[in-house]
C-alpha cells in the first residue's frame, strides 16, 4: 500500500524549532519529487516547500523562505522539514505530498499523508 | 506566489451540476496547463480528483470534470450526490516555481 506517515509536529514556543519526518511506503521513493502542504486550523491549503527526486532542486513559499529548509534521505525513504524561528502564524496541520509523475518536480499531488499537527505558542 | 480565488460556497441539490471557478492571475493558470482540484472532507486530508486540468486519476468518477478558459479554471460535478458535500480547492503551478493554492470552496448538497 502506498503511504505517507508525518511526525514530528507538537507545542513549540515562538522562535523555536521543530523538525518534521514524513515516512514513505509502497512506492519507489526516489522516483519522486515530495512537497509540503500546510493547513491553519480552519483554513485552506498552503503550499509550503518541494525537493525533486533527487534533491537537487528545492523550492519555498515566501512565508517560510530562510527560516524553514526541505530536506530528504533517499536512502531511508524519509522526507524532512526542518522549521527554525517559529512564529505563530505557523500553526497548522502539515501533510507531506507525493507528486503525481516520476522525476517532475512540480505536478499534482496524489499522494498524500494524514499530516502532523505545529503548533507554535508561548 | 499565487494567488488563485475561488467563491467561498456553492450548493446544489442532488442530480443537478454545479461549477467551481478558479480565477488566476498572468503567472499561474493562464500561463500553465498544471491545475489541479482537490476534494477534502472534513477531518480527512485532500484527494486528487483533476489534475492538468480535466484529466481524472483512476478511482474519480466521471461525474467530475475539468475545464480551463484564460485565467479560469473550473471544477464541474455533474449529478450531484450527498458524498460530494466537501471543501474543493484549487491548484497551479506558477511562474515562480510556486505552487498555489486556491482558498476553498465549501459545496453544499441541498
Known amino acids: 500500500e502506498v503511504q505517507l506517515v508525518e511526525s514530528g509536529g507538537g507545542l513549540v514556543q515562538p522562535g523555536r524549532s521543530l523538525r518534521l519526518s514524513c515516512a514513505a511506503s509502497?512506492?519507489?521513493?526516489?522516483?519522486?519529487?515530495m512537497h509540503w502542504v500546510r493547513q491553519a486550523p480552519g483554513k485552506g491549503l498552503e503550499w509550503v516547500s518541494g525537493?525533486?527526486?533527487?534533491?537537487?532542486?528545492?523550492g519555498y513559499a515566501d512565508s517560510v523562505k530562510g527560516r524553514f529548509t526541505i530536506s530528504r534521505e533517499n536512502a531511508k525513504n524519509s522526507l524532512y522539514l526542518q522549521m527554525n524561528s517559529l512564529r505563530v502564524e505557523d500553526t497548522a496541520l502539515y501533510y507531506c505530498?507525493?507528486?503525481?509523475?516520476?522525476?517532475?518536480?512540480?505536478?499534482?499531488?496524489?499522494?498524500w499523508g494524514q499530516g502532523t499537527m505545529v503548533t507554535v505558542s508561548s | 506566489q499565487s494567488a488563485l480565488t475561488q467563491p467561498a460556497s456553492v450548493s446544489g441539490s442532488p442530480g443537478q451540476s454545479i461549477t467551481i471557478s478558479c480565477t488566476g492571475i498572468s503567472n499561474d493558470v493562464d500561463h500553465y496547463n498544471y491545475v489541479s482540484w482537490y476534494q477534502q472532507h472534513p477531518g480527512k486530508a485532500p484527494k486528487l480528483m483533476i489534475y492538468d486540468i480535466y484529466n481524472r486519476p483512476s478511482g474519480v468518477s466521471n461525474r467530475f470534470s475539468g475545464s480551463k478558459s484564460g485565467n479560469t479554471a473550473s471544477l464541474t460535478i455533474s449529478g450531484l450526490q450527498a458524498e460530494d458535500e466537501a471543501l474543493y480547492y484549487c491548484s497551479s503551478y506558477t511562474t515562480a516555481r510556486t505552487q498555489g493554492f486556491g482558498g476553498g470552496t465549501k459545496v453544499t448538497v441541498l
Open positions: 525537493v525533486s527526486w533527487s534533491g537537487g532542486d528545492m
Open positions: 505530498a507525493r507528486v503525481k509523475t516520476v522525476v517532475v518536480t512540480h505536478d499534482a499531488f496524489d499522494i
Open positions: 509502497g512506492f519507489t521513493f526516489d522516483d519522486y519529487a
